[in-house]
């Protein structure tokens, strides 16, 4: 076996243990946005955005591999796995960026509660439906 072919074997191998790590990070952040850990969620987007960095490179020297363009079956076999292994992670960012959009959501809901707790005489709201507070509405008319 040449040194491109081990190398090649190589990359594979940590291209697989990127991949599955990234999708432990994705668990992960699933876990954190349920809990509403703020601080677990910014850790997991870092980690995820060094992993997908690092995945990247590593495809990369996959690409570069003459054995890329004919891979035997056990590689294709490794590269399927991959790819499963990546479409995963596909579906949880999406299903954990809708997850993430509905808690931001949420919040500017509880927002505009509290705004017009506080006084429901003065409050406005603007184009986008955004409440704001204002006691100069109506006060600085002078006809």
Do not use: W
């Amino acid at each position: 076996m040449s040194d491109q072919a081990t190398s090649f074997e190589q990359f594979l191998q940590a291209q697989t243990d990127n991949v599955s790590e990234l999708l432990d990070v994705m668990q992960k952040e699933t876990l954190a946005i349920a809990s509403r850990k703020s601080s677990d969620i910014e850790s997991c987007a870092k980690q995820k955005l060094a992993l997908i960095q690092t995945i990247q490179l590593c495809d990369a020297q996959i690409g570069k591999c003459q054995e890329s363009a004919a891979p035997s079956d056990d590689a294709k076999q490794t590269i399927d796995e991959i790819k499963a292994t990546l479409e995963q992670c596909h579906q949880l960012n999406e299903a954990n960026g809708i997850a993430l959009q509905r808690a931001h959501l949420s919040i500017h809901k509880l927002r505009n509660l509290f705004q017009e707790a506080a006084g429901k005489h003065e409050m406005t709201y603007d184009s986008d439906g955004k409440a704001s507070g204002s006691r100069t509405l109506g006060t600085n008319v002078k006809a």
